[in-house]
């Protein structure tokens, strides 16, 4: 972080490791605790490439932190409510619901969020033999990127089995997690009365399929289309593809490219539709688009898994963003607007 960056112009993740930075080793230590994965490794990065950190700028992302704390409910007066909209705010929907039911309904699910910690590797390696259906329960539990490494390390035809049943789900009974637990060594205390919780189904099964590359996409969309034309199509229309990017609005567009740095965005526009780039260089200053314009035509030949690569970052950061109210993806995944 440079020496002239303003809070204006800090994203949410680097106003955290500022917070973070100021509340000494263990403070920090305790919040962390309570993170997943994904978030833990973004914060420590950002906290890792912090340098000349303004007191100004501290005191500023302290005030706001005390501001946002103080318009908080009270401790006990509407906590169901506080916590569902707090965590759907933080998290988006999707990821959200998992964690909301778990938090409100009792569950412990900590064999499976033990599993969000390996590499997908390892995670492959732990439900290779299992039964399909616990295979797919574990692979629509994960997040979405990780499920989809996990996948890469099936053959063809176990991952379409895999995706088939992720979309078959839409509720999964707590005595199946306590199974799964077990599996996986862990203790599972929730009662075999309580709720069942929402997991999988045709959204977390187009989420996973898009973080496969391009070249496990393919055959496995084919071979879904094959069996069941219905679903394929559900799952494309909910898709959202690196071309989708160029229906996202001009304030989205210029939010995302605050985050992207310009070595991934030249090589993901050198495999790009002319309408992409021409919505990438109308949302930069004239100055900007000038040099991203030299930059690509400087660029020599490059793999498509390069190109790809740096598509697949892109997106991921946009639905990153997406999830945290930052932009609103359009395209195949967007919501509708009115």
Do not use: C
């Amino acid at each position: 972080m440079t020496d002239s960056k303003s809070t204006a112009k800090l994203n949410k993740v680097e106003k955290a490791a500022i917070l973070l930075l100021s509340l000494g080793e263990a403070d920090a230590a305790q919040v962390l605790r309570h993170m997943g994965p994904k978030e833990v490794q973004r914060v420590g990065l950002a906290m890792a490439q912090m340098t000349n950190v303004h007191r100004e700028q501290v005191e500023q992302v302290m005030s706001e932190f005390v501001e946002l704390v103080g318009e908080q409910t009270g401790l006990g007066v509407g906590a169901d409510a506080y916590i569902r909209k707090m965590l759907t705010q933080a998290l988006g929907e999707d990821k959200a619901g998992n964690l909301i039911d778990r938090i409100l309904l009792g569950g412990n699910t900590s064999g499976l969020d033990s599993l969000k910690w390996m590499e997908p590797r390892a995670v492959a390696d732990v439900i290779r033999y299992e039964h399909p259906q616990i295979q797919a329960i574990v692979v629509a539990y994960l997040d979405p990127d990780q499920a989809g490494e996990v996948l890469s390390h099936f053959d063809h035809k176990v991952r379409l089995d895999i995706i088939l049943r992720v979309s078959a789900l839409n509720t999964i009974q707590p005595a199946a997690l306590n199974e799964l637990n077990a599996i996986l060594e862990k203790q599972f205390s929730g009662s075999a009365n309580t709720s069942r919780t929402t997991m999988g189904g045709v959204k977390r099964a187009a989420d996973i399929m898009n973080f496969l590359d391009s070249s496990v996409e393919g055959p496995l969309l084919d071979s879904i289309r094959e069996l069941d034309g219905d679903l394929s199509s559900q799952i494309e229309d909910l898709m959202f593809v690196f071309d989708n990017l160029a229906d996202v609005d001009d304030r989205g567009i210029q939010s995302l490219l605050r985050e992207v740095s310009s070595d991934v965005l030249v090589l993901a526009l050198k495999g790009a539709d002319e309408a992409i780039k021409e919505k990438v260089f109308r949302n930069m200053s004239k100055r900007a688009s000038e040099l991203l314009r030299d930059d690509l035509d400087a660029k020599g030949p490059v793999r498509v898994s390069e190109v790809e690569t740096a598509q697949k970052e892109i997106l991921t950061i946009a639905r990153r963003m997406a999830d945290a109210g930052e932009i609103v993806l359009g395209g195949k995944g967007g919501e509708e607007m009115i």
